[in-house]
């Protein structure tokens, strides 16, 4: 089991810039499929990002060239760099860790409790 903790959220201007954490505790983070998942209210919560233990990256096609996810394995920490943000990025945005590699939320098993971001026009 692996614990997960968000921070970084926040109210910003669209096309602004935001940078979300995600501390994970655990004996084996590096073994863990990591990916960035958000809920908005009133709709269901949906894919994001997600990383391999060895960097290789995954993205939902609306944040493709505007986020980056990574990893680093040795601080055990995940992070979604989120620049030109859009009030439809606006969400509760979740880190989770799944043990196979995966972009469905069904698959996760680890979920943080999640951080605001809050994008205004």
């Known amino acids: 089991q692996v614990q997960l903790v968000e921070s970084g959220g926040g109210l910003v201007q669209a096309g602004g810039s935001l940078r979300l954490s995600c501390a994970a505790s655990?004996?084996?983070?590096?073994?863990?499929?990591m990916g960035w998942f958000r809920q908005a209210p009133g709709k269901e919560r949906e894919f994001v990002a997600a990383?391999?233990?060895?960097?290789?990256?995954f993205y939902e096609d609306s944040v493709k060239g505007r986020f980056t996810i990574s990893r680093d394995n040795a601080k055990k920490m995940l992070y979604l760099q989120m620049n030109s943000l859009k009030p439809e990025d606006t969400a509760v945005y979740y880190c989770?860790?799944?043990?196979?590699?995966?972009?469905?939320?069904?698959?996760?098993?680890?979920w943080g409790q999640g951080t605001q971001v809050t994008v205004s026009s």
């Open positions: 655990g004996r084996t983070f590096s073994n863990y499929f």
């Open positions: 989770a860790a799944a043990g196979m590699a995966t972009t469905r939320l069904q698959d996760y098993n680890n």
């Open positions: 990383i391999r233990w060895t960097g290789d990256t």
